[in-house]
């Protein structure tokens, strides 16, 4: 079986369900991927909600099975809404979710300070202690699957059910360098600690894009690069929690929540600055392919490190200046009065 | 259905088309016949497979009823796992839809979507428990050699993530061409983890591309591993193979 193109639905197509007879309005995509689609729509309501759309009706029912399981469970992921079959099209099935504003981390990271990762953290480790009371871990977890939207109380939010697996079975979809068993360090078996290796992982090569060649790597070379990256982080409290976390020393979101309150929430970046630079180029290349994309504001720039230095030095001379005409001012009037 | 149901597959790895023995098509359909997946990954990395070799590729696939995909070797690893992965789902998903006509009258396309997310629990429960024998046949013609690193990494990669399913998982690994005059060899039989000594060892790139003799060879196999557990198993009842 070769996996066709199913027709690209584009905006403002009408999607008629059969089975509810919803009318849904596609206002455009908000990312592809190998098992699907995901159109932002519109329906009667007027209310806007995501839509995941694939050619296969069983990975579509089973998705949505996962989401109906997982809504009971805490509200990181999405809201499921209603499951359906195209009226119109051939062989298109797809269910319909609540549409989760903010932008793939890959896309904030860059711009964010200790203070902004810890909150990060801090989020998302909520988030995965309610998941893992209804013993399921996440397993795929990419910067490209954690929504950021900071100006939520919950602010991170997961997007991509599909890897979602029970306890104690083996992992189905993960990503290479967020998995413990590509590193060797760890088995490939849905549990919270796989989760919380994957998160540490993760924030690793944010903090620095591994090389392209990394898969032909045998094992031990694999490990030395993660290490060097781990403890070449200007913050020493990450540096440990994340290897605490990918060896595996850490079981259960309830410690990694205490850990992450204790790193430091400063305004400092967590990454020396060479390292910021080549993580930042390397994650703008991999957001730009994302699958769980969502819209992507333009932000305004904060000044990067040179411009800052240069803010630093007229800054002084401004002080300098009022200081300056403080003291003059008060001779004179000093002069005056006497 | 119990535990001792068994999927076959039959993963070839190869960045090229056969130029060496009989018509992989032809061994592939034989394939599928015996119940038994053919699934192909075609690597390439700075040029293209070529027109021949492509079609080549998903004309064996078609014939073994699997999927095929064209590769570079960065993606190697994940795709060899999606495959498997999605094979055995629809090897699975086959058998769910017989027996649901048979009792219902109705595929699980023609099921409501509620219903039909409780029969893909049902099938994704199966796919962890049933048992899995899968043969690699990795290409290791001359213009592999670059390749081989990245495929024995791949190999060992895909071997981890079936080690922890809760069905029985047993992997082999032939190469083609094998040493001196033989078309293929046996790298390593039926084995739940893989030696990577012995994978470090005995694939050295060198000579054609035998895909056919491969497939018929990875056959025999699986053929042989079932008289074998068929033998040893007699006593807990008849075995179910899905074909």
Redesign the interface.
């Known amino acids: 079986m070769t996996q066709g193109v199913h027709p690209r639905l584009t905006k403002g197509s009408k999607v008629l369900g059969k089975w509810t007879r919803q009318q849904w309005v596609v206002q455009g995509a908000l990312g592809v991927g190998a098992n699907g689609a995901v159109y932002a729509v519109r329906g009667a309501d007027h209310q806007r909600y995501a839509m995941k759309v694939c050619e296969d009706a069983g990975a579509v029912a089973f998705e949505w099975g996962l989401l109906e399981q997982l809504s009971a469970h805490g509200f990181a992921f999405p809201k499921p809404h209603c499951i359906d079959d195209s009226a119109a099209h051939p062989s298109l099935y797809f269910y319909v979710m609540e549409l989760v504003d903010g932008q793939p981390l890959d896309v904030v990271w860059p711009r964010l300070d200790a203070a902004g990762v810890k909150r990060i953290l801090l989020a998302t480790a909520y988030a995965l202690r309610h998941l893992h009371k209804s013993s399921h871990a996440f397993c795929d977890i990419k910067p490209q699957n954690l929504l950021v939207n900071l100006h939520e109380n919950q602010c991170v939010r997961f997007v991509d059910v599909g890897g979602v697996t029970p306890f104690g079975r083996s992992v189905r979809q993960f990503t290479p360098t967020s998995d413990v068993a590509f590193w060797g360090l760890g088995e490939r078996r849905a549990s919270a600690r796989y989760d919380i290796a994957a998160l540490a992982l993760m924030v690793a090569t944010l903090c620095e894009t591994p090389p392209k060649t990394l898969s032909q790597w045998p094992l031990e070379r694999r490990q030395a690069w993660m290490l060097r990256t781990i403890r070449g982080l200007r913050q020493k409290r990450l540096s440990t929690l994340l290897e605490d976390a990918v060896y595996g020393r850490i079981n259960h979101a309830d410690e990694l929540i205490h850990r992450v309150y204790d790193l430091p929430a400063d305004r400092r970046p967590v990454v020396a600055k060479a390292h910021r630079q080549a993580a930042a180029t390397g994650a703008v290349a991999s957001g730009s392919t994302a699958l769980g994309q969502q819209k992507r504001k333009s932000q305004p720039r904060r000044p990067g490190k040179s411009t800052a230095g240069r803010a630093d030095w007229t800054e002084r001379l401004m002080w300098y200046a009022l200081t300056c005409a403080m003291i003059s001012t008060a001779g004179a009037w000093a002069e005056y009065l006497r | 259905m119990s535990k001792e149901a068994m999927i076959r597959q039959i993963l070839v790895i190869t960045d090229g088309y056969s130029n060496i023995g009989e018509d992989p098509i032809q061994c592939a359909s034989e394939a599928r016949r015996q119940g038994i997946v053919v699934n192909v990954i075609g690597v390439v990395d700075k040029g293209d497979m070529g027109v021949v070799g492509r079609d080549e590729a ?1 004309s064996i ?2 014939a073994g ?4 995909r064209i590769v570079h ?2 993606d ?3 795709t060899a ?2 495959m498997t ?1 999605q094979t055995m ?2 090897t699975l ?1 086959q058998v769910v839809n017989q027996e649901l006509q048979s009792v219902m009258g109705k595929s ?2 023609e099921l ?3 219903d ?6 049902v ?2 429960k199966l796919e ?1 428990e049933v048992g899995l024998h899968v043969v690699v046949a990795i290409d290791t013609s001359a213009s592999m050699k670059d390749k081989i ?2 495929v024995r ?2 190999v060992r ?1 895909l071997a ?7 069905g029985t998982s047993q992997v082999a690994v032939i190469a083609f061409p094998g040493a001196g005059e033989q078309s293929t060899k046996l790298v390593q039989d039926f084995s739940d983890e893989v030696d990577m000594q012995g994978l470090e060892a005995s694939l050295q790139a060198r000579g054609g591309t035998p895909t056919g003799p491969a497939i018929r060879h990875a056959i025999s196999l699986l053929k042989q591993l079932r008289h074998d557990t068929s033998a040893v198993e007699f006593e807990d009842g008849p075995r179910r193979d899905y074909a």
């Open positions: 998903m696939a078609d009823g699997g999927m095929c070797p960065v190697l690893s994940a796992q999606m992965h789902q629809m998903q699980t396309e409501p979507p509620a039909r997310s409780r029969v893909m629990q099938v994704d962890e690193p990245t990494e791949a990669d981890l993530s079936l080690q922890v399913r809760l």
